[in-house]
DNA sequence: GATCCGACACGAG
DNA sequence: CTCGTGTCGGATC
């Protein structure tokens, strides 16, 4: 069940008259329940609860019958209950047919309707059928009625029509679908006369729809033709006013209804379209053309508050400071008026056009309070009959057919809608029909397209502002297409681009839009352009010939009001060519102004850190850990190792400690099959592990990867192994992802009898000054700033952590002490004892002697960089980087020589 | 729903 | 060849 199907099953059970014994198990179905539960609820035998007329279903609802009257104390009654405790479901609901009560038992949520209303509030209920809340649901109805009334449609109509299923007819299909969207809303808003498509619909396509197509067809014609030049059309379908504007410009086939279609048209016909919302309504309808999506309704789309962080800083917080500065100057406000019609918005990735929509009504808002203050001004002499603000100036690129024509509709939803306002406030407004020229969306391939063809450059008076979300790809998830789009763009233009995430396009595209011309953009990304090996080969791209990053939001988790938010963390960033206005950094609820925003979106010099295999100052090499690459046959859980032992005592000296992230920062314990490349025969022996050896040549040999079928050959080896794989003394060990909420990162110090995994990193037989460096705060800050991220987590790389980590040239006795100090966090470390560095780092109960040995570390550390201890992070990152460019400076010198050389050789 | 890291393919050097 | 990184995530409490 989906959400569309469950609010229907609600309104059946609202529209039918109240049976009380009946209720429960109608709503259990309502919820998805399949007839077996709902019998088996029935008789009683899945029924937790034991008050007469109340139905428990484990984790999913309580709900209860009352006297009339009773609801509140019913639902107070099963709130107590202890099987509420118990049996923990998610919704608790009491009703006496009239009112009804309800409450989200996690969130303490409570309900409070008509009994007759159920279905408007079905995403209160979701819970109940085992899905998480759905705000969107909740808060806009309408709209996941219209999608999943206008998906059933889709799908009938390619049922009965399978010719139109070829990508050619799909456009058609698409058109169809808006042009019948924008009927049902026209006659609900009062574009047409009340309800005149459907009601001459219906009228005339006979009761099954068995004329539906050819009357359809007439009317879309009519509505393309001015009256007087309807000769060759029914009658009847000049009733319609002439309407056009794009929308109506081509004429188009229609499909054949049957029973099934005709009767989702009427359903649509019925909702009240008056109320769509046309930003998130888009987003929704994007998934009614691709089934696969239909569970997601929309889930990606970007809520309001999201685009206007975009929009807001982009430009129109500086429209709101000139609207204010204008006060009481007709001259200025009339400034303004002008350059709002100057202003052009291009979304390069538009979707169904919710920024578009969105920067659209706000200036449309922004022209009315201008008009408003010059009408207070001049006492309305200058009213003016039409907005400036035209969808003309309004520009998409979007890569889905549906989503492209779904865009055009909005921006005439939200024309209209502006435009009902524009008249309620000045009382007159632009006749509805017919429709001007609407927005410029193309349906093409934005990574192929040259922008300028769409949205032409500013001339004179004129600004274009880019904005979006375009889609963040990782190389894992891209389509062919998709990585083929990236080659053409970057090949000739970076250095390695392969492994970075498509999103990055659209900012090469965007600076290269509006470098040397007055402009500016500002996308959505993923956090990881900010963050890790991008940032050195992405932004150097990107801030050149006088770009710079004029805003942008520091990382922020996604979240619009789908239930299941993308689980991701996202950045804005805003680019301008005008070395004017002031930077602005947002992080949170928090906004600074910056001297200058650099990749990292810090407020710091344009110095970007470039990863490096080797250490550029004078520090032992850091490698990535051993990759098993074996299906988890090589890993020994505690239990396995130990029966193995066992069994086996002389298979013992085969296994080690196996460690990885979680056994560093937990303290959890796991062993692997270790053995040198000519024991092979002496690990098969084992009966147990000959079993796993063959599950591992087996997973490798079934691999894409060329390496790893190379490796099927060797299956007691770990598939990728570092140096030797392990250390002759010790080791000291970095978990590669780790919480960014602990003060000190997780380093550890282990024994020779460990095999490190790739989620830590390792240095073998490493002097003990190391760790003392690696527990640093100093080493904290270069890694909250340089390191990838997963979600707000660290990555931790020897590339971009480790080898270009910036220390001084430290003396004998220095290092020395340094040693004594690493050795004291350890001795602390070890008093705590059995205690996980998880718990003794854990941000709100670090103890405290282990709180005072690192900051003795610190001070020692920091004061061989200054002399003192810094002062704060700030202090500390500005070192750091002055050092990192310092030694940049010097390599480089170094190198050049040595090229010529070469090139002369 | 807050928190915290696993495993591997694949590209880069 | 050898080595390192990313993941509109996922498991787990």
Not at 319 to 335: M, N, T, V, W
Not at 843 to 851: A, E, I, S, V, Y
């Amino acid at each position: 069940m989906n959400p569309t199907e469950i609010a229907d099953a609600l309104e059946e059970i609202a529209a039918r008259p109240f049976d009380g014994g009946e209720f429960p198990f109608a709503f259990a179905a309502a919820m998805g329940s399949p007839q077996a539960t709902v019998s088996k609820l029935r008789s009683g035998t899945i029924n937790k609860s034991k008050v007469p007329g109340a139905v428990l279903m484990n984790r999913k609802f309580y709900a209860m019958v009352t006297e009339p009257g009773a609801v509140d104390q019913g639902l107070s009654m099963i709130r107590s209950d202890k099987k509420t405790t118990t049996h923990k479901p998610a919704i608790l609901l009491a009703t006496d047919g009239v009112d009804l009560s309800a409450e989200h038992v996690a969130s303490g949520d409570s309900l409070h309707i008509k009994f007759a209303d159920l279905h408007h509030h079905f995403g209160f209920f979701l819970p109940a059928a085992g899905m998480s809340r759905y705000k969107a649901a909740e808060e806009n109805e309408v709209d996941v009625k219209a999608a999943g009334r206008l998906a059933k449609l889709y799908d009938a109509l390619l049922k009965k029509n399978p010719d139109w299923k070829t990508p050619e007819r799909r456009h058609d299909l698409n058109q169809l679908m808006t042009r019948l969207i924008f009927c049902m809303f026209a006659e609900d808003v009062g574009i047409f006369d009340n309800n005149l498509f459907s009601r001459l619909i219906f009228t005339h396509a006979g009761d099954k729809g068995e004329e539906a197509q050819s009357c359809i067809a007439s009317a879309f014609a009519a509505m393309n033709l001015p009256k007087g030049q309807r000769q060759n059309l029914p009658a009847w379908a000049d009733a319609f006013p002439y309407v056009n504007g794009g929308l109506f410009a081509d004429t188009l086939d229609v499909p054949k209804f049957d029973r099934g279609a005709y009767r989702y048209l009427q359903d649509a016909c019925q909702l009240d379209w008056q109320e769509i919302n046309p930003d998130i309504f888009g987003s929704m309808i994007q998934s009614v053309a691709d089934p696969d999506k239909r569970s997601e309704l929309g889930m990606h789309y970007t809520s309001v508050p999201n685009i206007l962080k975009v929009l807001g800083p982009l430009f129109l917080d500086d429209l709101d400071e000139q609207i204010e500065k204008a006060g009481d100057s007709r001259k200025a406000q009339a400034r303004v008026l002008k350059r709002i019609e100057g202003i052009r918005v291009f979304d390069p990735a538009c979707g169904s056009g919710n920024f578009l929509v969105v920067a659209y009504r706000e200036l449309r808002a922004r022209e009315m309070r201008v008009l408003e203050r010059l009408a207070q001004l001049d006492g309305g002499a200058s009213a003016q009959m039409f907005s400036g603000v035209r969808l003309a100036n309004f520009y998409g690129i979007e890569i889905t057919d549906f989503a492209a024509e779904t865009a055009k509709l909005a921006l005439f939803i939200a024309e209209y809608q502006a435009n009902a306002r524009f008249g309620e406030m000045f009382g007159n407004t632009a006749p509805a029909l017919p429709l001007r020229d609407g927005g410029n969306i193309v349906c093409d391939n934005a990574l192929r397209l040259d922008w300028e063809g769409v949205c032409p450059p500013p001339g004179e008076n004129e600004e274009v502002f880019i904005a979006g979300n375009p889609p963040f790809v990782g190389f894992n998830s891209r389509t062919p297409a998709q990585s083929e789009d990236m080659r053409f763009l970057l090949a000739d233009r970076l250095k390695s681009f392969e492994r970075l995430d498509l999103v990055i396009c659209w900012f090469i595209k965007a600076a290269d839009y509006i470098r040397g011309r007055a402009g500016a953009g500002a996308l959505v990304s993923t956090n990881s352009i900010a963050q890790g090996v991008t940032v050195n080969i992405l932004w150097p791209e990107v801030l050149r010939e006088g770009i710079r990053i004029h805003f942008a939001h520091r990382p922020f988790m996604w979240s619009n009001n789908a239930a299941k938010n993308a689980a991701v963390s996202c950045v804005v960033v805003g680019i301008s060519s005008s070395r004017t206005g002031q930077s602005i950094i947002f992080d949170g609820e928090l906004r600074k102004d910056a001297n200058n925003i650099n990749g990292y979106l810090l407020d710091a010099p344009d110095v970007t850190v470039a990863q490096k295999g080797r250490p550029i100052f004078p520090l032992p090499k850091m490698d990535v850990g051993s990759i098993a690459r074996d299906e988890g046959n090589l890993i020994f859980s505690e239990t396995e190792r130990n029966q193995l032992v066992s069994e086996h005592p002389e298979a013992a000296p085969f296994i080690r400690r196996y460690m990885g992230a979680r056994e560093v920062a937990q303290g959890l314990v796991r062993y692997c099959l270790w053995a040198e490349t000519n024991e092979l025969d002496d690990v098969r022996r084992f009966p147990p592990l000959a079993k796993r050896l063959d599950a591992v040549a087996k997973f490798r040999s079934e691999s894409d990867a060329q390496v790893t079928r190379d490796a099927a050959a060797v299956p007691h080896r770990f598939g990728q192994i570092t140096g030797k794989g392990v250390p002759k003394k010790s080791a000291i060990l970095m978990p590669r992802t780790s919480s960014s909420r602990r003060p000190y990162l997780p380093v550890e110090l282990v024994g020779s009898d460990v095999v490190a995994s790739a989620d830590c990193q390792i240095i073998f037989d490493p002097p003990d000054w190391c760790f003392a460096i690696l527990a640093s705060k100093l080493q904290w800050c270069w890694v909250s700033t340089v390191s990838g991220r997963m979600k707000n987590d660290f990555r931790y790389s020897s590339t971009l952590c480790w080898h270009v980590f910036p220390i001084p040239r430290f003396t004998e006795d220095q290092l020395e002490a340094l040693n004594a100090s690493a050795r004291a966090i350890l001795k602390t470390r070890y008093m705590h004892h059995p205690k996980t560095i998880a718990q003794l780092y854990d941000p709100d109960d670090m103890p405290d002697d282990l709180r005072e040995v690192h900051r003795q570390n610190d001070e020692l550390l920091e004061t061989m960089y200054i002399g003192r201890p810094f002062r704060n992070d700030t202090e500390r990152l500005e070192r750091l980087f002055k050092l990192y460019a310092a030694r940049i400076e010097k390599l480089k010198k170094e190198e050049a020589p040595k090229r010529m050389v070469k090139s002369n050789g």
